[in-house]
Structure formats: structure tokens, C-alpha cells
């Protein structure tokens, strides 16, 4: 297979947890050619999609793990699949790049994961879709019933709809002296909608990592459990990865969602379960690969490069 993968600057990638990087070094081993491009290197001329692309070349340093070819321009049909694999923000660039990998599918172009069903996967709200498998959740930006919420359920979560990381997460009890001035700076005094929803005591044992591939579960999780102190386990806040079987109920979740996640073009999806809940539906750029392999040596990328070698076979 000829694989593009839309990427974060190479420089900025770091091998040793990097998802993309697992992918493409399973795709390199089993013989696949590799390309990458960036998202300014998606353009619109003559009346068609192209694509400025590089081939890369893996090599086995850590440190000084690729070699790029000369940029050249082509057509973005031509490779068996284009990955979009930016990281994001989920800003209007992102949305733009969304709109410019729609035109090239209308071209023949296959785009993983679907630009259409990105978009409309918003990875907080997209819970919304699947509610039976969700805890008591609340989206608004008015403050009165927030703070109704809040007196019900008496320990809740705060969220902005386009967080990432764990940025701007937030605890709060019914006694908290600092309810106002947290739903204000959310909501920016009531302008911008965001995500509440009655907390999970389980976070204590990990916000885990399910990844979903072609509607399939992975077997193992990586359960990102929070450092002492903390309400989030995001890594990048701070939590501790560690891969665990998937639970029966996990299992449940992901086989109930994977036909419709299929059926949109969403090929490598990233549930978050605390607690046998489902938390949030990732699909811009999913990783955890690299620790599960790690630490179990189970290759989730070689789950997801088989995938696409069967994708291809049927085409």
C-alpha cells in the first residue's frame, strides 16, 4: 500500500508515544510505502484537491528517526490511503483541512478517519449519541442550571466542549466557594457552552483508554490513572499509563458503538471509560498505541495496518 499521513511537524513527534509513528513503523515493516504531508500542504487548484507529500523513510534511531524526501506535488487519489493524523486543536484550521480531505474523497481519495464524520464527532458532546452509557450529563451555558446540577448531584465535573489534555477541567462540590467563578470563566459569563456531568469516583482507578479499530476493541486498555491530589488522568496532566485487559463492560460499550463507527468512516476511534461509563469518543488523532505495546506487546498499530490491508483487499 502507498499510506499518507497527515502529521504535526516531524520535529515535534515524540517516537516513544507517538501513535502515528507505531503506525508507520508497522507499515514500513510489513513492506507499505509512506508519505507525509502537513495540513498546509493541502491545497485547491484547477478545480481539484492536491497534496504536497514527502517519502519518508523510517530508520532505527529514536533520536534521528526519519529521512523526507523532496516535497513534490500530487494527487491525493493516488495513495491507498490518506491518514489524517493531526493532533488537535480542533480550531478552523483543522475544519478547513476537514473540507479540503472531503473534496479529494469526491476525487477517490480514501480518507482516514472520515473528514465528515470528524467534524461531526464533536469528542465531548458525541457521548450525546450513545446517552445509555453515559452518567447524568448536562451541556448548557446557563449558570442557574448548572448550579441545579450541581445541588443535585452534589460532586460534579466541568468541561469545555474543545478541551484536550485535561486543559480547563474542572471538580466542583455543592459547597465549593468557587462555583461562580469557575461556570463564569467556562462559559465566558454565560457566551459559550460547556459540558457538566456527575463525577465518577472510579477516576481513581484510571480514565481508561479503549481503542476501537474498523468496530473492533482492542483487548487491552490503558487505564490513565490521575497522580495524587488530581481529578484527571490525562497523561499530559500528570496520570500514569497502565495497560489492562478491557473489562466485559468495555467490551460492551465498544461492540454496541463499533457498526455506527464504521459505518461514518471511523476506522480508529479512542473511547475514555471511568468507571464502566463512557466518557468521551476521540476521533481526530487517537493514541495510547505505543504504551499498550509496551507494556503488553500487543501491537494495536499492527491491529490498525491490518485493517487497512483488508480495506484495500476488498477495493
Not at 508515544?17 to 514500513?28: N, Q
Amino acid at each position: 500500500m502507498k499510506l499518507a499521513f497527515i502529521l504535526d511537524p516531524l520535529e515535534s513527534i515524540k517516537t516513544y508515544k507517538d501513535s502515528s509513528y507505531a503506525m508507520m513503523r508497522e507499515a514500513a515493516k510489513r513492506g507499505h510505502s509512506l508519505a507525509v504531508l502537513h495540513q498546509g500542504d493541502l491545497i485547491w487548484k484547477n478545480g481539484a484537491v492536491r497534496v504536497f507529500v514527502r517519502a519518508l523513510q523510517l530508520t532505527d534511531d529514536p533520536h534521528d528517526w526519519y529521512r523526507a524526501g523532496e516535497r513534490t506535488e500530487a494527487a491525493p487519489e493516488n495513495f491507498d490511503f490518506v491518514l489524517m493524523r493531526k493532533d488537535p486543536p480542533f480550531d478552523m484550521e483543522y475544519v478547513y483541512s476537514t473540507y479540503l480531505l472531503e473534496l479529494a474523497q469526491a476525487q477517490g481519495a480514501k480518507v482516514v478517519n472520515d473528514p465528515r464524520a470528524i467534524r461531526d464527532f464533536n469528542e465531548k458532546l458525541a457521548i450525546a449519541k450513545f446517552a445509555k452509557f453515559t452518567v447524568p450529563t448536562l451541556v448548557t451555558r446557563d449558570e442557574g442550571l448548572i448550579r441545579d446540577f450541581l445541588a443535585e448531584h452534589g460532586d460534579v465535573i466541568l468541561k469545555p466542549l474543545d478541551g484536550m489534555g485535561g486543559v480547563s477541567v474542572f471538580r466542583l462540590h455543592r459547597q465549593d466557594h468557587n462555583i461562580g467563578v469557575v461556570v463564569e470563566t467556562l462559559t465566558h459569563y454565560g457566551r459559550r457552552t460547556i459540558m457538566v456531568q456527575r463525577f465518577i469516583a472510579e477516576i481513581s482507578q484510571g480514565d481508561r483508554r479503549v481503542l476501537v479499530i474498523d468496530g473492533e476493541p482492542a483487548p487491552y486498555a490503558l487505564a490513565r490513572i490521575p497522580k495524587p491530589g488530581e481529578s484527571r488522568g490525562n497523561l499530559a496532566a500528570g496520570g500514569r499509563g497502565v495497560a489492562q485487559p478491557i473489562s466485559d463492560r468495555e467490551r460492551e460499550i465498544a461492540l454496541a458503538l463499533g457498526p455506527s463507527l464504521r459505518q461514518q468512516g471511523l476506522m480508529l476511534v479512542g473511547l475514555d471509560v471511568i468507571g464502566g461509563w463512557l466518557t468521551e469518543v476521540n476521533v481526530t488523532s487517537p493514541t495510547c498505541m505505543r504504551e499498550i505495546e509496551d507494556q503488553t506487546g500487543f501491537s494495536v498499530a499492527g491491529m490498525m495496518i491490518a485493517a487497512l490491508e483488508r480495506a484495500a483487499d476488498k477495493r
